[in-house]
C-alpha cells in the first residue's frame, strides 16, 4: 500500500524513479568508480581520487535516492524528498549550466545529463508547488 492507497500516484512513480535513479547511480560510482568517472573524461589514478569519487559522488547519490525513495511511503517525507530534489538536482544543473558557458563547449553527454537534471529539478518544483497548493 502506497500512502493508504492501492494504486501509485504519478507523484510517487516520480519519487520511485528519482530515488531509484540516483541510487543506482551512487552504488555504479561506489563500485566502479574508475570507469564512471572515464564516462565524462576524468582520470583517477591515486587512491585518493578514487575515494573521493566513490564518498562524494557514490555516496552522496546514495543518500538523496534513499531520501527520494522514503518518500514514496511515508507521506510526510515527500515535501522534503520534492525539496531535496530542487536543490540538490537543480544545484547540479546549475553547476554544469555554469561549465558550459565557462568554457564554451557542451558535449552531448554533457547536454543530456544537464537535460536530465533540469527535468527532475523542474517536475519536482511542479510537484512542490502542487503540494503545498494542496496544503493551503
Known amino acids: 500500500m502506497l ?6 500516484t504519478v507523484l510517487q512513480a516520480y519519487l520511485l524513479a528519482a530515488g531509484a535513479f540516483s541510487v543506482a547511480a551512487g552504488f555504479a560510482y561506489m563500485i566502479w568508480p574508475v570507469e564512471m568517472a572515464a564516462l565524462v573524461g576524468l582520470t583517477l589514478s591515486p587512491p585518493t581520487a578514487v575515494i ?7 555516496g552522496q547519490l546514495v543518500g538523496l535516492g534513499a ?4 518518500a514514496v511511503w ?3 517525507f515527500v515535501r522534503p524528498a520534492l525539496v531535496l530534489l530542487v536543490a540538490s538536482v537543480g544545484g547540479t544543473g546549475l553547476g554544469r549550466l555554469y561549465g558550459i558557458a565557462a568554457s564554451a563547449s ?3 553527454l ?11 529539478a523542474i517536475v519536482a518544483l511542479i510537484f512542490l508547488r502542487r503540494e503545498r497548493a494542496h496544503a493551503a
Open 106 to 108: 557542451c558535449p552531448p
Open 52 to 58: 573521493e569519487v566513490q564518498g562524494f559522488y557514490g
Open 67 to 70: 531520501a527520494t525513495l522514503l
Open 3 to 8: 500512502h493508504g492507497k492501492m494504486k501509485m
Open 74 to 76: 511515508k507521506p510526510r
Open 110 to 120: 554533457i547536454a543530456g545529463l544537464l537535460s536530465l537534471e533540469a527535468a527532475t
